[in-house]
Nanobody, 117 residues
Framework: EVQLVESGGGLVQPGGSLRLSCAAS????????MSWVRQAPGQGLEWVSS????????YYADSVKGRFTISTDNAKNTLYLQMNNLKSEDTAVYYC??????????WGKGTLVTVSS
């Protein structure tokens, strides 16, 4: 059974940083594309970033490029999202998903990030 469990969300001030984690199980993590997707309050889903570690390819939405960094630890079957210089518009529920921009087949339950002073 595929499981994706996000953690690391919370309340942070504008300009601050957070690191989200996604613990994965039930599939071969090291050969899977992985993504982060977010949903701001009252808004639709927004793709944030994808990593194809087996091809060393990484992609970011323009809205987070230069501020967010996606990475993986294959020994721990864990996906990360380092978020720096956070802005109020980054407030959202962040979801980890198995798959890339061509389709995400499994999703976690999400972790809430609130950027506010």
């Amino acid at each position: 059974e595929v499981q994706l469990v996000e953690s690391g969300g919370g309340l942070v001030q504008p300009g601050g940083s957070l690191r989200l984690s996604c613990a994965a199980s039930g599939f071969t993590f090291s050969s899977s594309a992985m993504s982060w997707v977010r949903q701001a309050p009252g808004q639709g889903l927004e793709w944030v970033s994808s990593i194809y570690s087996y091809m060393s390819n990484i992609y970011y939405a323009d809205s987070v490029k230069g501020r967010f960094t996606i990475s993986t630890d294959n020994a721990k079957n864990t996906l990360y999202l380092q978020m720096n210089n956070l802005k109020s518009e980054d407030t959202a529920v962040y979801y980890c998903a198995k798959g890339g921009t061509n389709g995400m087949e499994y999703w976690g339950k999400g972790t809430l990030v609130t950027v506010s002073s």
